[in-house]
């Protein structure tokens, strides 16, 4: 968090990091949420009857995820999935 305070100071990088918020709080979410029921990539990929590297490459977010796919990974972590438009 203080590596990414500090990076933010930089306009070039924040202007980055605004344009991919949603995304990185998406991947922010789901990773905590694996983490905290202390899951591994493997243990959710396997609870939602899919690979190990599907769930890698959600958190790497170099996969452009579905909604019906994100509601997936929120019923095989017990969370809910909120969209909102502001």
């Not at 930089?10 to 202007?15: D, G, L, T």
């Not at 990929?45 to 590297?53: N, P, Y």
């Not at 490459?57 to 972590?77: C, D, I, M, Q, Y």
Request: aromatic share 4%.
């Amino acid at each position: 968090e203080d590596i990414l305070r500090e990076d933010l100071k930089n306009p070039k990088f924040k202007k980055a990091w605004d344009d991919l918020e949603v995304e990185f709080s998406i991947i922010h979410g789901i990773m905590k949420k694996r983490i905290e029921k202390d899951m591994t990539q493997k243990a959710l990929a396997r609870k939602m009857k899919t690979g190990q590297a599907v769930i890698s490459r959600l958190e790497a977010g170099t996969a452009n995820p579905s909604l019906r796919f994100l509601k997936r990974v929120a019923k095989a972590l017990d969370a809910t999935l909120t969209v909102t438009i502001s």
